[in-house]
């Protein structure tokens, strides 16, 4: 079982910059892989970035450049660095940990950028 707290949410001006952060407890953290996913009204719920339990990243076409992904495993803990940010990255962000047939989600930070 993992339980995953995502924090770093909040109201942010078009162009300014967010830093979300997972902390994952409960199992082993470096077996995981980690993904952000964002949910905004009215619309599907997306990818936005993963990382490897080996440390290899991936970032959504559309946010590359803006949009990095981080794990510190000492810290059990996974950041996604948004930058530049812009209205339509308003959403409900989620972390997600995968292992296998592993699954888990955390509860999502709600990140709005106004127009």
């Known amino acids: 079982q993992v339980q995953l707290v995502e924090s770093g949410g909040g109201l942010v001006q078009p162009g300014g910059s967010l830093r979300l952060s997972c902390v994952a407890s409960?199992?082993?953290?470096?077996?995981?892989?980690m993904r952000w996913y964002r949910k905004a009204p009215g619309k599907e719920r997306e990818l936005v970035a993963g990382?490897?339990?080996?440390?290899?990243?991936n970032v959504r076409d559309s946010e590359e450049g803006r949009f990095t992904i981080s794990r510190d495993n000492a810290k059990n803990t996974v950041y996604l660095q948004m930058n530049n940010l812009k209205p339509e990255d308003t959403a409900v962000y989620y972390c997600?940990?995968?292992?296998?047939?592993?699954?888990?989600w955390g509860q999502g930070t709600q990140v709005t950028v106004p127009s």
């Open positions: 990382i490897t339990s080996g440390g290899y990243t």
């Open positions: 409960g199992s082993i953290f470096t077996m995981y892989a």
């Open positions: 997600n940990a995968v292992w296998g047939s592993y699954e888990y």
